[in-house]
C-alpha cells in the first residue's frame, strides 16, 4: 500500500480522501490551503523604512506569495518555557491557538549530526538508522547524541545515536577483563568488608529514637529558654562562607576548557594557524611563557606560510621581560625576533597595523625609538582598515572592548592617524605616561600632534595606575604645543571630561577655562561660492587649511560634550552649531557642488552656455580654457564640501548621544525647509534621520519618533553604500530583526573594514544594552569567516569586561561553534576574567580569591 505524503511538512497520510494535511493543515494536492489561515505574527509599527526596504531586502525573506503559508515570527524564544513535546523536539514556542500545534521549526534537523556514506578520520562509528537501516558514520564521542540520517527520503531523518557499542574499543577492554576468577576474588572481599562494617554497626549504641539526633536545619536557631548547660550546635564558618565570584571561577575553567580541546582540532577547523596564534597570545596575556612557547612552536609547523603570527604573543612577553627589569638578554633576543618577522607582514591587511602598533610602543618603551619611528612612518596608514585595528587593540587595551564608546561616543570625529594615536594610549596604559607623552609631543602634523595630546590626557585621568594628575607645567606646555586658536579648547575640555566623574571642585574650574579660549575665537563666515561665476573665480590657494578647520570644528564640538556632561544643555547646543558653522568656512554646500556636477555629467555642452552666459564672455573661443578651470575647481571644492560635510552630520550623531535629540531634530527640519539649495545642507541623504528615530524610540518619546518616520518616508532611495549600512542596520536592529540586519550586513558593498567597524559598534551598543542574545544571533550570522571570528572576540571581551560574564557563557553553552570561533570566544574571555582576578587578589588577598 502506497502511502500519500504531505507536500508541506512531508508527514505520511493515511487518509485517500483527505484534502488537507491533519498535522499541518496545508493541502494535500500542492495547492493552498482550503481551511482557516494560520494566525499571521503580530505586524510592527515600521518593518525597514521604506528607503532600506528598497535597497536591500533580506535574502531569507523572499516577497510573499498568496500560495504560501504565513511565516511564523522570525523572532525564536527561549525553550526553558516549552511545555511538553514542544520543549522536547526544539519547535515554537507555547502556540496561541490549537491549529498551530503541529508548526515545528528545523532546529533539530540543523543541529543533528549529518552521518557520513563512508568512514574517514575521526568518523568510524557506524550508525545504522532505525526507520530505514540506511548506514553511516560518525565520531565515537556522537553516541547517544542526536544524528541524521544519510537518506534523504527518511521518514525519521532524526535518530539518537546508540549508546551501546559507541566506542568499540572501550568494549574490547571490557570483554578482556571479564575474568571469572578476578570476579569471585572481588566478591569475597566485598562480603568480608559488608560483614565488618555490620559487626560494627551493631556494636554501637542504640540510637533508635530520631528525637535525640540534632536537625542540621536548626543549626542556626538559639534557644532562649533553654537551661544554661544546653549548648547550641555551632556551625563551620567555611560551610557557611558562599565564593560570591564562584561563576566566574567555573567560567574561566570551561573556557580554558575549550582551548585546550580546540586549539588543535581538526575537524571543521577554518585555520589551525589562527588557533595555535590565539592561543598564544592567551597564554602571553595571562603570563604563561612555557605554553606560550609551546603554542608558537607548533604554529610553525602548521602555519609556515605565516610566521608574522607570533608578533603579537612576543611583544606581550617582551613587555613582560622588560617590566621584570633583569633579563637583558632575554628581551634582546625576543626584541631581534619580533624585528626580523616585521619584514615578514603582508602589505595590506589589518593585522600588520595591530602588529605595527604594538611592536613600535615596546621599541620606544626600551629605548629603541628610532625603530618606533621608522615603524610609525611605513605604517602610517589613515584609512577604515587602521581605524578598525587601533580601535579593536586600544578598546582590549583599556579594558573596555567597547569601540563603540571608543570612537563614537569619546570622540567626535575619528582619529587622524590611529597608529600615532593607538601607541600613545598604549604607553600610558603599560604605566609609560612621560614617553606617552614624548611620544604624542614628537607628531610632525598639528592635527595628530592634538589628536594624540588629547588622548594622552584621557587615557592618565582614566588610569589609577598610571599616577592620574597632571602638573600646571605640564598642562602649558599641552597648551602651546599646538599652533591653533582652537587646540587650548580641546585641551581643557579633555581635563575636564577626565576629571568629572571626581566631583565639580576638581573639573569645573577646567570647564570654565574651555569656555574663556573658545570665547577668543572669531567664528568664520561661510564661503561665499554660490554661482557658476563664484567656483571659476574662486582663488584655491587662499582656502583655509582643511586640516585646521577640523581641528576647530572638533574642538567646539568636544567642548559641547563637556556642556552636556556638565548638564547645560543651551550652551552645549550652542558650541555645537558653532562647530556647524566653522565647517561651512572650508567649502560651499555639497548639495551646491552635487548640482553642478550632475550638470556636467548629464549635458556638458548646457553647462558651457550657462558658464558663458555667467561671466559674460565676449569670444566663443576662450569658452573652453574657462570651462577646463571651472572643472578643476569645481573638483577641489567637491572633495572639501564631501569631507566637512561627513565631519558635520558625524558630529550631529554624536550629539543625539549627549541629549541634544530635539535640538538636531529642529536644527534638520528647519535646514529642510530652507529651500536654497545655497543653505540647505543634505541630512536626509544621511543615516542620520533613521538614528534619531531610534533614538527618540529608546528615550521613550513617541511622538518625536513617528515624525522622523513621517519625514523619513518622504525622502528618495538612500545610495551611498556607508549610509545603507547604518540606516539598515539601525532601523533592523531597533525592532530585533536580526535576520534582515545581518543580510544587510552580508549585502553590503563598502569596504570590508567600513563593514566590521560598523558591525563592531552596533554589536557593542546591544551588549551595552544586554541583549546578549540578538547579539549572539547577529555574529552568527555574518558570512565573513574573519569578520565573525573577531566579532566573537569583541563581544566575549565586551561581555565580561561588562560584568555580564555567567549570563553570556550560559548562552554560549548551548552554542555549537567550530574550532576557530571557539578560539576567538576564549581570546575574549580567559584573559579578561585572569586579569579580573589578579586584581581582586590585590585588592582582597585571600587565599582562594583566584582560580
Known sequence: MDLRFCPECKQSVLDDDVE????????????????????????????????????????????????????PPAKERSSAGRPGFLKDFGGASAPADDSEIFNFDTSRLRKAFQLRPKPQRGCTYRVICPMCETAGFAPHKIAGKEVRCRNKDCMVPVFEAPKVGGDRRNNAQEETRANPILIVAIVTIGVVLLGGGLFYWMSRP???????????????????????????????????????????????????????????????????????????????????????????????????????????ALTEYGWQLLQAGDQQQTFDENFKAIQDLMGTLPGRGRFRIECAIRFAALAYASDNKEIAKQLAQKFDQRDDEALLSSAMYISERLDTWDIDVLLFRNLSQPWTSPLYSAVTIDLVTRLKRDLGLEWALAARENDVRSDCIVDWIRTVLQTPEANSTITDETLKQLVSSVKNPAHPVRVYAAMYLGLYPQGEEASLGYLKQAEEAASKYTIPDPLPVRSMKDILEVNLRSLPSIEDCLLEMQAFAELSRAESIAKKKDE??????????????????????????????????????????????????????????????????????????????????????????????????????????ADMEPYVSTPLLQLLENRFTELGQKQFADNVNALLSRQDLLTEPTAVLVEGLAV???????????????????????????????????????????????????????????????????????????????????????????????????????????????????????P
Open 572 to 677: 552645549s547646543w550652542t558650541y555645537l552649531k558653532k562647530s556647524l558653522q566653522i565647517g561651512r568656512n572650508i567649502s560651499p554646500n555639497p548639495k551646491l557642488t552635487r548640482s553642478f556636477r550632475e550638470a556636467i555629467e548629464s549635458n556638458s555642452t548646457r553647462a558651457q552656455q550657462q558658464l558663458f552666459r555667467e561671466i559674460n564672455l565676449n569670444a566663443a573661443s576662450e569658452l573652453s580654457i574657462k570651462f577646463a578651470q571651472y572643472d578643476r575647481n569645481l573638483k577641489v571644492l567637491e572633495e572639501r564640501a564631501e569631507r566637512r560635510f561627513r565631519a558635520q552630520w558625524t558630529i550631529l550623531a554624536r550629539g543625539l548621544n549627549w541629549g541634544l535629540q530635539s535640538e538636531v531634530w529642529q536644527a534638520v527640519t528647519s535646514n529642510d525647509a530652507s529651500g536654497s539649495s
Open 20 to 71: 488537507e494535511c491533519p498535522f499541518c493543515g496545508a493541502s494535500m494536492s500542492g495547492n493552498s490551503s482550503t481551511g482557516k489561515t494560520p494566525a499571521q505574527p503580530p505586524k510592527k509599527k515600521r518593518g525597514l523604512t521604506p528607503r532600506s526596504e528598497a535597497k536591500s531586502p533580506p535574502k531569507s525573506a523572499p516577497p510573499a506569495s498568496p500560495e504560501k503559508k504565513a511565516a
Open 732 to 850: 533592523n536592529l531597533a525592532y530585533d530583526d536580526i535576520r534582515a540586519a545581518s543580510s544587510i550586513i552580508n549585502d553590503s558593498k563598502v569596504s570590508v573594514a567600513e563593514k566590521e567597524l560598523i558591525t563592531l559598534y552596533f554589536i557593542n551598543r546591544l551588549v551595552r544594552k544586554e541583549k546578549l542574545i540578538q547579539a549572539i544571533d547577529l555574529t552568527k550570522r555574518i558570512e565573513d569567516p574573519l569578520m565573525q571570528e573577531e566579532a566573537w572576540k569583541v563581544m566575549s571581551g565586551h561581555a565580561v569586561a561588562s560584568a555580564q560574564t555567567e549570563k553570556y557563557w550560559a548562552l554560549m553553552r548551548r552554542e555549537d561553534l567550530t574550532p576557530t570561533r571557539w578560539l576567538s570566544v576564549c581570546r575574549g574571555v580567559i584573559p579578561e576574567l585572569v586579569g579580573f582576578f589578579a586584581l581582586l587578589e590585590e585588592e582582597l588577598p585571600t587565599p582562594d580569591s583566584a
Open 206 to 312: 542504640s540510637s533508635s529514637d530520631n528525637l535525640s539526633q540534632g536537625n542540621p536545619n536548626l543549626a542556626n536557631i538559639t534557644n532562649t529558654d533553654s537551661n544554661e548547660g544546653d549548648k547550641t550546635p555551632q556551625v563551620d564558618e567555611q560551610e557557611k562562607f558562599v565564593d560570591p565570584f564562584q561563576g566566574q571561577k567555573d567560567v574561566l575553567r570551561e573556557a580554558q576548557v575549550k582551548q585546550a580541546r580546540y586549539v588543535g582540532d581538526y575537524t571543521n577547523n577554518r585555520s589551525l594557524a589562527d588557533c595555535r596564534r590565539m592561543s598564544a597570545e592567551i597564554h602571553a596575556l595571562i603570563q604563561q611563557p612555557e605554553k606560550m612557547q609551546d603554542d608558537l612552536d607548533k604554529l610553525k609547523v602548521v602555519g609556515r606560510q605565516f610566521p608574522y603570527y607570533a608578533i603579537p
